[in-house]
């Protein structure tokens, strides 16, 4: 069989590398930075974000994973103003069948004042995200 131009064998297994579909700039432009918004405009593509597996083999608990992520975002965002602890960036290290970041991505937590959401900031990226009303 020939795909994309390369000969594969028969009886050979191809399989997508999610960490090189992440963080190519064809896809991503500047695909090493955290950049939630960059899917505000456009929902990611099918084959272009696959964090849970892709076609037959995609993970059954995928959108509920997803769900849960939201709601675990947008309540803890609505009460504390998050930041790096450290100024540097963290480097990817590999944990399994996942990446992770490298000094565990400490953060510093802030509670917010009762009443002051964070408006226009995370909070709001993430709200959007999710299809919940900003503002």
Known sequence: MSLGGYDVPAGATVAP???LIHRSRDIYPQPERFLPERF???PPGTYTWIPFGGGVRRCLAASFALLEMKRVLQ???REVELR???RRSERVARSSIAFVPDRRALAVLTRRAPGAG???GLLDT???ASGLPVG
């Open 17 to 19: 590398c999610v960490y």
């Open 84 to 86: 790096p602890a450290q």
């Open 75 to 77: 309540t803890v965002l």
């Open 126 to 128: 993430a709200r959007a």
């Open 40 to 42: 505000l405009d456009r």
């Open 118 to 120: 964070a408006r226009g």
